[in-house]
């Protein structure tokens, strides 16, 4: 069983957005602002969408937004298309020892 | 452009050792943290964390006392040694770089797999 919670799967239609979840607790996502999340087409290495919670590295599209609540930390994906078909996954700091602890991932899929 | 290359995976029998390489180029190593992440069916785990100066390492529980994480700066290289290997240990290997409590870069990743 994973350490944070992500619903397995979620889809949308061209142009429409999408929001999945990731839930923790006050020991990691709800302690610290140091969830990230990663987007993983089949076969391909992960590759990092969002860090501390809403930072995009340069080269993401601004069409991926991330957010926190609580011990709930969400990535908003707006304007769908066809690539974003893919697996996402959320991980956050959980302190001490526990230096990143992922979520199940999400398969998403554009209808 | 920041490069990732994985090597070293077989496969193995249950209790045996395996050392997995990572070949960094295209940024200063020296500088980056660094952890190896794995990817079994059931999802992706963080395995182990170094810092650009060895001063602080970290692993999962689920490794503890069994695999060891280094780097050699000289060579641009990160290494996990992995001893007494058990099923559950069958994962692909990737190993990251570390950014700002995330990982910005990946390899292609490197499958292990313990059987017997």
């Known amino acids: 069983q994973s350490a944070l919670t992500q619903p397995p799967s979620a889809s949308g239609s061209p142009g429409q957005a999408v929001t999945i979840s990731c839930t923790g607790t006050?020991?990691?996502?709800?302690?610290?602002?140091?969830v990230s999340w990663y987007q993983q087409h089949p076969g391909k290495a992960p590759k990092l969408l969002i860090y501390?919670?809403?930072k995009r590295p340069s080269g993401v599209p601004d069409r991926f937004s991330g957010s926190k609540s609580g011990n709930t930390a969400s990535l908003t994906v707006s304007g769908l298309q066809a690539e974003d078909e893919a697996d996402y996954y959320c991980?956050?700091?959980?302190?001490?020892?526990?230096?990143?602890?992922f979520g199940g991932g999400t398969k998403l899929t554009v209808l | 452009e920041v490069q990732l290359v994985e090597s070293g995976g077989a496969l193995v029998q249950p209790g045996g050792s395996l050392r997995l390489s990572c070949a960094a180029s295209?940024?200063?190593?020296?500088?980056?943290?660094m952890n190896w992440v794995r990817q079994a069916p059931r999802g992706l785990e963080w395995v182990s964390y170094i810092?650009?100066?060895?001063?602080?390492?970290h692993y999962a529980d689920s490794v503890k006392g069994r695999f060891t994480i280094s780097r050699d700066n000289a060579k641009n290289s990160l290494y996990l040694q992995m001893n007494s290997l058990r099923d559950e240990d069958t994962a692909v290997y990737y190993c990251?770089?570390?950014?700002?409590?995330?990982?910005?870069?990946w390899g292609q990743g490197i499958l292990v797999t313990v059987s017997s």
């Open positions: 501390e919670v809403t």
């Open positions: 006050s020991s990691d996502v709800g302690g610290y602002n140091r």
């Open positions: 295209g940024f200063n190593f020296n500088v980056y943290s």
């Open positions: 991980t956050s700091y959980a302190g001490g020892n526990n230096w990143a602890v």
């Open positions: 810092t650009s100066d060895t001063r602080t390492i």
């Open positions: 990251a770089r570390g950014f700002q409590w995330a990982f910005d870069s």
